[in-house]
Antibody, heavy 120, light 105 residues
Framework: DVQLVQSGVEVKRAGESLKISCKGS????????IAWVRQMPGEGLEWMGI????????RYNPSLQGRVSMSADPAIDTAYLQWNSLKASDTAMYYC?????????????WGQGTLVTVSS | IQVTQSPSSVSASVGDRVIITCRAS??????LNWYQHTPGAAPRLLIY???SLPIGVPSRFTGDGSGTDFTLTISSLQPEDFATYYC?????????FGQGTKVEI
């Protein structure tokens, strides 16, 4: 089965750094784009960006203003989302999702989500 | 590109037909997808490319539309369909989601 398994709940303080992960299995991880999607408390879904694990080509939502970075390690079938300095406004559920094919823009498999809580 | 869903919520009963609409701020062809999101679960792809059904999605879900106006129809609501539904445009990055439609009992 195609699966994405994300790292667990994180509770952090503002100013701290954080790296969450998303591990794929059951398919060729390196050749499928991985997107990150955010859901802030009480809000809808927001596309954060997408990365191609094979060469780490990444595209970001301009609304993030460079506050996060995406990376991937195809050797261990894992993608990452990283912050250098968290803010309380980063409190959200974060999902990774697989794009079925380049350019399609839709996501057929999702991780279970990583809840990030940042206190000020 | 902005996508606007309506209604924001709908109350319905098992067996009802439910229609959710999504309007894009510009022509996006058929680059419109629909997801179902149940609390505590990962979002689930329901419809891609406006009207295509992924394997495993029940046939009571249908998508229609092109250009700027799209619909998701649930022909006969089942208990497991009570959830929030999102449309998403994949024509131009940043890809954007609608604000969601909550289907409630």
């Amino acid at each position: 089965d195609v699966q994405l398994v994300q790292s667990g709940v994180e509770v952090k303080r503002a100013g701290e750094s954080l790296k969450i992960s998303c591990k794929g299995s059951g398919y060729s991880f390196s050749t499928h784009w991985i997107a990150w999607v955010r859901q802030m408390p009480g809000e809808g879904l927001e596309w954060m960006g997408i990365i191609y694990p094979r060469d780490s080509d990444a595209r970001y939502n301009p609304s993030l203003q460079g506050r996060v970075s995406m990376s991937a390690d195809p050797a261990i079938d894992t993608a990452y989302l990283q912050w250098n300095s968290l803010k309380a406004s980063d409190t959200a559920m974060y999902y990774c999702a697989r794009q079925i094919a380049t350019g399609t823009g839709w996501f057929d498999t999702w991780g279970q989500g990583t809840l990030v809580t940042v206190s000020s | 590109i902005q996508v606007t869903q309506s209604p924001s919520s709908v109350s319905a009963s098992v067996g009802d037909r439910v229609i959710i609409t999504c309007r894009a701020s510009q022509n996006i062809g058929d680059y419109l997808n629909w997801y179902q999101h149940t609390p505590g679960a990962a979002p689930r792809l329901l419809i891609y490319s406006a009207s295509s059904l992924p394997i495993g999605v029940p046939s009571r879900f249908t998508g229609d539309g092109s250009g700027t106006d799209f619909t998701l129809t649930i022909s006969s609501l089942q208990p497991e369909d009570f959830a929030t539904y999102y449309c998403q445009q994949s024509d131009t990055t940043p890809w954007t989601f609608g604000q969601g439609t909550k289907v409630e009992i």
